[in-house]
T-cell receptor, first 114, second 118 residues
Framework: DAKTTQPNSMESNEEEPVHLPCNHSTISGTDYIHWYRQLPSQGPEYVIHGLTSNVNNRMASLAIAEDRKSSTLILHRATLRDAAVYYCILRDGGRTGGSYIPTFGRGTSLIVHP | NAGVTQTPKFQVLKTGQSMTLQCAQDMNHNSMYWYRQDPGMGLRLIYYSASEGTTDKGEVPNGYNVSRLNKREFSLRLESAAPSQTSVYFC?????????????????FGDGTRLSIL
């Protein structure tokens, strides 16, 4: 299975943009890139996912490198509520049947300063 | 919007006691999962159920059993609790992956059960 590498922690000021990197140099052509986040004392929640193109939703943007070996989750204006652990996860999109089993590493702990 | 509901939220057990953690989802998902999360660590998969009537081991299944009671419910049982099983347990649900379908549906997680074993 392809692995991901994320920094242990990052800091940001409130209302500034945040760029959270993820390296996945062994990604396969069928791996989708998913991001989840975990707020304190809660279960993880889905943020965004993509395959090759940059993606936007109401929570964040996902920028995927042309060679797909890295990606960046972009929070356009960080708020105190965005302080969480962010997980970058690869999901195999090429299986026939079978269940998706994501692997959560330690993620990046985002600290947001007022 | 219940989503995934876990009970209980907190539990303290003595070594050797047994208990069952309950999980229910109302999103008509085929797949359900049990994870544990130890302090400062990511989530590790204990067991999963790809569909009603099937269960499979994950990364750390030892000391646990599961039951997929029906499509909605997936329980996790500790037969003889040990201090090493002190952790936060998360249940999740998601759609069964199918080639060609819009298969990248996210997983939905419960708020966790905080279990301490003395």
């Amino acid at each position: 299975d392809a692995k991901t590498t994320q920094p242990n922690s990052m800091e940001s000021n409130e209302e500034e943009p945040v760029h959270l990197p993820c390296n996945h140099s062994t990604i396969s052509g069928t791996d989708y890139i998913h991001w989840y986040r975990q707020l304190p004392s809660q279960g993880p929640e889905y943020v965004i996912h993509g395959l090759t193109s940059n993606v936007n939703n109401r929570m964040a943007s996902l920028a995927i490198a042309e060679d797909r070996k890295s990606s960046t989750l972009i929070l356009h204006r960080a708020t105190l509520r965005d302080a969480a652990v962010y997980y970058c996860i690869l999901r195999d999109g090429g299986r026939t049947g079978g269940s998706y089993i994501p692997t959560f590493g330690r993620g990046t702990s985002l600290i947001v300063h007022p | 919007n219940a989503g995934v509901t876990q009970t209980p939220k907190f539990q303290v057990l003595k070594t050797g006691q047994s208990m069952t953690l309950q999980c229910a989802q109302d999103m008509n998902h085929n797949s359900m999962y049990w994870y544990r999360q130890d302090p400062g660590m990511g989530l590790r998969l204990i067991y999963y159920s790809a569909s009603e009537g099937t269960t499979d081991k994950g990364e750390v299944p030892n000391g646990y059993n599961v039951s997929r009671l029906n499509k909605r419910e997936f329980s996790l049982r500790l037969e003889s609790a040990a201090p090493s099983q002190t952790s936060v347990y998360f249940c999740a649900s998601g759609r069964l992956f199918q080639r060609g379908a819009n298969s990248n549906q996210p997983q939905h997680f419960g708020d966790g059960t905080r279990l301490s074993i003395l």
